[in-house]
């Protein structure tokens, strides 16, 4: 088990989640569905960085309380 905190909404495996349903559709629904993945897939890499910006900034947040934490952390 890993200690990542793990994301509700807006994470790959929710947009690939949509694969589950190909097994119900017939193959001719099945391009709808590969484009909804698609979409969502390319947005959560859209916005990846800004995520990322986002655990750093969280990271030297919780860094700068730990005790002898160095004066000098800037999240770099």
Do not use: C, K, N
Not at 18 to 44: C, K, N, S, W, Y
Not at 56 to 69: H, I, K, M, R, S
Request: overall charge negative; glycine content about 8%; proline content about 4%.
């Amino acid at each position: 088990m890993t200690d990542l905190p793990q994301r509700a909404a807006g994470s790959a495996g929710e947009a690939l989640a949509g694969l589950d349903r190909l097994a119900t559709l017939p193959v001719a629904e099945h391009v709808a569905v590969f484009e909804e993945i698609h979409a969502g897939l390319e947005h959560l890499l859209s916005t990846a960085d800004d995520t990322i910006e986002d655990t750093v900034e969280d990271t030297a947040a919780v860094a700068a309380d730990l005790p002898g934490a160095d004066d000098r952390w800037d999240g770099a």
